[in-house]
């Protein structure tokens, strides 16, 4: 039965507590407190269901939940900071794993991060029974540029009461979507009318002489009622419980009967086995879910190969470090002793003496240098690895070494076991994909390639008959049609728009040929209508040769305009005209066009896929005819045999 359970509590760093503590806590990541220095990581049997929403203005860092955190840590100075607000509520179990998140994140989205907080939520499902979710808020502003100031009205306790008020009618919601007659109220029994009777006031004498073991009348009629009332109580539980029983029971009754009809024996085990794996119904979407879960396991336990390498690289490093550290003092060591070593009695090696004595000091020196480099050195991998001394660091090494082997086999056996869970929801998968395959084709008995269609593609089908069918069967024929009829109009129209664009590009040279046909024309008519320049012309061989040439021009030009269809200006102009009001048509033809092929993606996509399909029945009953063949050759080779012996 769904219950209502909904607290809030701030996360204080004056009551010892971390927010980087609390996130890796709730979320099972491993995470490194970078105020502290220390790497927080706590194993959960169940694998909590996280994500992070934050408000659209917020810098991509806050998807990082370790950065996120740490800078929660850093922007709060105060030694009893409040670092983060923490509300703890609890998911009906009736809805999925899918739903369940669904509604918390939608929930979340609405009442904190539309306000202007960040939102770290994780769901902990290690009890079936008590599924639940921890929500982490930030206390501050975010902008671009990081955390701002604390927004003290989110401390309102109107607002908690809003918030426990919002949970119940988002999970109602929720729950009468997926057709679950349960219901929650953030509201007390009284409030919510049950017949529950009031406890009468005891008062101060009956109260002490209660606290003493003594039964008072007012005492005894409180008893009653208190048990009357958890009669009350647990009659209305026991309903609920039954009506939800018994819807479950039907529903349950009605996927199977569905899955016996659409899956075969197999694949009823492959879903079973997925089923348990989840520990929820074994759908696409909870299939995608776990997966996407799996990824980012693998891609933690690369994490954690990876810092085992740099772990190893590091200790090396200051393995050699100190190594060279001993080196040098050792070679200090040896110099002190030559110098103390040296013979100051005898003079005539006092020159040598000194001479020695200052190479070596010059040795030391440089020693001492080396020693304080390989120092400075260390620093790094004194703070990353958490020693002071070399004792402590052999301890960090030995340490290190003995946990190495466990580590790494640790992390083989959780990448054997994703490689099994994924194994088990591949195959979970492939059966749920065909079950659907299955039931779409039985709605086209006439047409026996749809058993063959791919996931994909039988989506599409689907698609198109919500589209197109109104929740009724189309007839693949009517498809077909349909396609067919969308391909010629569109034909058809591109051929309207491809008529407009070659009759343009027509009287584009026509209109060439014509300017220099008025342009020569002109010329000859100058002299043919000027009796005196037609007496020039006899007399005048460049003006004879300016008219001939015009002439010549003119016809030709003439010739072109007729192989472009146009015999004059008013012929042209008119042309013209009639284009202007065909090219007025083109942006109507394409928006035609273009609402055509829109569906027709889809229609073609679904022809396609049956397409295919067909091809690949075909396939299959040559493999099966392949197979009896074999049978029958192999039958008639052993009847030979024994005719032979």
Do not use: C
Request: glycine share 4%; no cysteine.
């Amino acid at each position: 039965m769904a219950i209502y359970h909904f607290s809030a509590q701030v996360i204080s760093r004056g009551r010892g507590q971390s927010a980087v503590a609390s996130a890796s806590y709730r979320s099972g990541d491993r995470l490194m407190d970078e105020r502290t220095g220390e790497e927080k990581f706590y194993r959960r049997n169940v694998e909590p269901d996280t994500m992070i929403l934050a408000p659209s203005n917020s810098p991509e860092w806050v998807r990082d939940r370790e950065r996120l955190w740490n800078e929660v840590e850093r922007v709060e100075k105060r030694k009893d900071a409040q670092l983060a607000r923490e509300i703890n509520i609890a998911l009906p179990k009736e809805l999925s794993n899918d739903q369940q998140k669904e509604l918390i994140k939608n929930y979340v989205q609405e009442q904190f991060v539309n306000k202007g907080m960040i939102a770290d939520i994780a769901i902990h499902r290690d009890d079936k029974e008590n599924p639940h979710a921890h929500v982490m808020l930030t206390t501050r502003e975010i902008t671009v540029d990081g955390f701002g100031p604390k927004n003290r009205n989110w401390n309102d306790r109107g607002l908690l009461e809003q918030w426990r008020e919002e949970w119940a009618n988002h999970a109602n919601k929720a729950l009468e979507k997926e057709g679950i007659q349960e219901r929650i109220s953030h509201l007390s029994h009284e409030a919510r009318g049950l017949e529950q009777l009031p406890t009468v006031h005891l008062g101060h004498v009956a109260h002490e002489m209660e606290k003493r073991g003594v039964q008072t009348d007012r005492g005894n009629i409180n008893r009653d009622r208190q048990e009357y009332n958890a009669l009350v109580v647990d009659l209305q539980k026991y309903r609920e419980e039954k009506q939800a029983l018994e819807q479950e029971k039907a529903r349950q009754q009605e996927q199977k009967q569905k899955f016996e009809k659409f899956t075969t024996p197999s694949e009823r085990v492959d879903l079973q086995n997925a089923s348990k794996l989840l520990k929820a119904e074994p759908s696409l979407k909870n299939i995608k879910d776990r997966s996407e879960q799996l990824d980012k396991w693998d891609e933690r336990l690369n994490k954690n190969d990876g810092y085992i390498r740099w772990k190893d690289e590091k200790i090396r490093e200051a393995s050699d470090h100190f190594k060279w550290i001993q080196s040098f003092e050792k070679q200090i060591q040896e110099a002190e002793k030559r110098i103390e070593n040296l013979n100051w009695l005898n003079p005539l090696k006092l020159k040598e003496n000194r001479i020695t004595k200052e190479r070596t000091e010059q040795d030391i020196s440089r020693a001492k240098g080396e020693i304080q480099f390989h120092n400075e050195k260390l620093n790094y991998h004194r703070e990353k690895l958490g020693f002071s001394t070399e004792k402590e660091f052999n301890q960090v090494k030995n340490q290190h070494e003995t946990d190495r082997p466990g580590l790494l086999e640790k992390n083989r056996k959780a990448r054997q076991h994703i490689h099994h869970e994924r194994d088990v929801l591949q195959k979970a998968e492939n059966a749920l994909k065909n079950t659907f395959v299955r039931q779409v084709a039985s709605l086209y008995p006439e047409r026996p390639e749809i058993r063959y269609m791919k996931y994909e593609s039988t989506l599409k089908l689907v698609e198109l008959n919500k589209k197109y069918g109104k929740d009724k069967v189309v007839p693949i024929e009517k498809i077909e049609k349909v396609l067919n009829n969308s391909k010629q109009e569109i034909q058809r129209l591109q051929g309207e728009i491809n008529r407009v664009d070659h009759n343009r590009s027509r009287l584009q040279r026509a209109e060439g040929y014509l300017k220099n046909y008025e342009k020569h024309q002109a010329i000859v008519e100058k002299y043919e209508n000027n009796p005196f320049l037609k007496g020039k012309m006899l007399v005048s061989k460049s003006a004879k040769q300016e008219y001939d040439n015009a002439v010549t021009a003119r016809d030709s030009y003439k010739s072109y305009m007729k192989k472009e269809g146009i015999s004059g200006r008013v012929d042209f102009e008119k042309q013209t005209n009639i284009l202007g009001k065909m090219e007025a048509k083109v942006p109507e033809f394409k928006g035609q066009i273009e609402s055509q092929e829109k569906g027709l993606g889809l229609l073609d996509a679904v022809m396609k896929g049956i397409e295919q399909a067909s091809r690949e029945m075909t396939r299959e009953r040559d493999r099966q005819q392949q197979k009896t063949k074999g049978k029958s050759k192999s039958k008639q080779r052993y009847k030979g045999l024994e005719l032979g012996e």
